[in-house]
């Protein structure tokens, strides 16, 4: 089982995600979002497996919302290069199992692809 977590380690829904994932003895690859934000390809890829469109992955309190993509409106495509650019409005943790993807939120959430 290859599992991946979209982790922020100062979130602590992010860090129970990843507690609950290795409760259950799986060891997921880590990649901090915010150091390393996916892809154009891979944040739409992701969203396609969430069944989400860009604007319903995205945290609307944060402050780079408000500044950058607040009151626009955007394609798919701009929305989703506006979140790679700004990785701090991808709502966390999203976690990938296969060709599947869950929100950890509430972190119970994983439990259905593993």
């Known amino acids: 089982m290859s599992v991946t977590i979209y ?3 100062r979130c ?18 880590i990649i901090e979002y915010l150091k390393t934000p996916p892809s154009e390809a891979e944040l739409d890829h992701i969203l396609t497996m969430l069944g989400k469109e860009p604007s319903e ?6 402050m780079a ?3 950058h993509i607040q009151g626009k409106t955007l394609s798919r495509s701009e929305a989703i290069a506006l979140m790679v650019a700004h990785p701090i409005v991808i709502e966390r ?3 990938v199992n296969g060709d ?3 929100v950890g939120r509430p972190p119970e959430n994983v ?3 593993i």
């Open 7 to 9: 982790h922020n380690p």
């Open 12 to 29: 602590s829904k992010s860090r129970a995600t990843l507690a609950l994932l290795q409760e259950h003895n799986i060891e997921p690859e």
């Open 57 to 62: 992955l995205m945290r609307k309190g944060e």
């Open 65 to 67: 919302f408000k500044e």
């Open 93 to 95: 943790p999203i976690v």
């Open 100 to 102: 599947r993807a869950v």
């Open 111 to 113: 439990l259905e692809i």
